[in-house]
């Protein structure tokens, strides 16, 4: 997970300096507060309007419950089919919002329709019900939000509830929003399919998704839309269509709209533009070397360093052939070196500009030489 942190946080720095070029494609007018545009494939923030502007992000928080949910379901501390039995708190937290899954106090309701329930219906009965069965009380639950906010790096966000309701000091921003919907897509596919649901019956009543860009765009398949008078209509989606490179996954982000007719035709546009404007382009493979270096006091001289990960890189459509790599080493390499350890940084650039940094790592261990190999190599590097 940390890698994939790193990935993702220089992407989204990266492409600052060269969208900033005359030649960048210019994303359309967007009747939104705020919004941001990633390509999930390589990291890169292709268009933003006050990314960090502080807002109320609504329902859109129940993305960061998920998250939480899915990690207890990876590591076993819940099942799918396990029983959670409804407390009265969870049933009020229901009924305070227009968002609720109508399940009953003292009932019993597997997981899986509690997640049904937070991630179709929004409902805020069943997030606070797995919030307790995973936090013990809703509480904790928020302090592992808050904490998990912490682990992705995130400076802006504080949760003071699972749910999404107002509350003073409750806020986000939607490049935090951004990140925190990537790491559900790419940590959990497993559970993507809860996003695509268009409806679910619970209790015998129907509901739909309030995402209407499921009915629209067959390649929409998520992720989560928020409404408060305070928030306005919000919407994240994610779409994933077949490109001449391969399968390309983008996500958008968009806040503050006037209807949840504007929250879905905003995100359409800006998705459609995505994928129209621009191009991915993958330079090297996962484990591909990229140089060979000089390493002291090793059990080996040489070691090879690259990327553990594709190094693929978003651009302006046709602007491929303008992509140079540039490697820049902490020389000189000491041993040991661990795999995957950090040595430098990889460079894209074009017409000099920036376009992505992404980390250069030692594609294998080097260990440590003996102590009379270590002497001789430091005799070596003193009188260089």
């Known amino acids: 997970m940390n890698r994939i942190i790193r990935t993702l946080t220089a992407g989204l720095l990266s492409l600052a300096s060269w969208a900033a070029q005359a030649q960048a494609p210019q994303p359309p007018e967007i009747a939104a507060r705020s919004y941001i545009l990633l390509d999930v494939n390589s990291s890169q923030v292709l268009a933003a309007k006050d990314p960090d502007m502080s807002v109320e992000p609504a329902s859109l928080t129940k993305l960061m419950s998920a998250y939480l949910v ?5 590591d076993g501390k819940l ?16 009924m305070t919002g227009a968002s609720r899954s109508y399940i009953d106090v003292g009932s019993r309701v597997k997981v899986e329709d509690l997640v049904k329930g937070m991630i179709v219906q929004s409902g805020n009965d069943a997030t606070v019900a797995l919030a307790e069965a995973v936090g013990g009380s809703v509480e904790h639950f928020v302090e592992l939000m808050n904490r998990q906010a912490q682990a992705f790096g995130l400076k802006s966000t504080s949760f003071k509830n699972p749910e999404g309701l107002p509350a003073a000091g409750h806020v986000s ?9 990537a790491h559900v897509v790419r940590d959990f596919p497993q559970y993507s399919s809860y996003d695509a649901m268009k409806e679910f019956t619970y209790n015998k009543i129907k509901q739909q998704n ?30 994933k269509r ?13 806040l503050g709209t006037a209807s949840s007719e504007a929250r879905a035709n905003e995100s359409q546009k800006l998705l459609n533009w995505g994928y129209s404007a621009f191009d991915n382009v993958k330079l090297y493979e996962a484990g591909q070397s990229l140089a060979d270096a000089r390493v002291w006091k090793g059990h080996a001289n040489q070691v090879k360093l690259g990327s553990l990960e594709p190094l693929l890189v978003t651009v302006p459509r ?67």
């Open 318 to 384: 046709g602007a491929g052939s303008s992509l140079k790599t540039e490697i820049q080493r902490t020389d000189p390499l000491l041993a040991p070196l661990a795999k995957g350890q950090r040595v430098g940084t990889i460079k894209i650039t074009s017409g000099g500009q920036v376009v992505t940094e992404r980390p250069l790592v030692a594609l294998d261990a080097v260990g440590s030489a003996g102590f009379l190999g270590r002497a001789w190599d430091a005799v070596r590097l003193g009188i260089q």
């Open 70 to 74: 899915f990690q207890a379901l990876k």
């Open 210 to 239: 309030r995402n209407l860009l499921l009915w629209r765009d067959p390649t929409v398949d998520g992720l989560k839309t928020g409404y408060t008078d305070a928030a306005g209509y919000c919407m994240i989606a994610t779409a």
């Open 242 to 254: 077949d490109t001449p490179s391969g399968q390309r996954r983008l996500l958008s982000v968009v």
């Open 79 to 94: 099942t799918l089919q396990q029983e959670v039995t409804v407390s009265e708190r969870a049933w009020r937290t229901g």
């Open 173 to 181: 921003t939607a490049r935090e929003l951004m990140i925190i919907a």
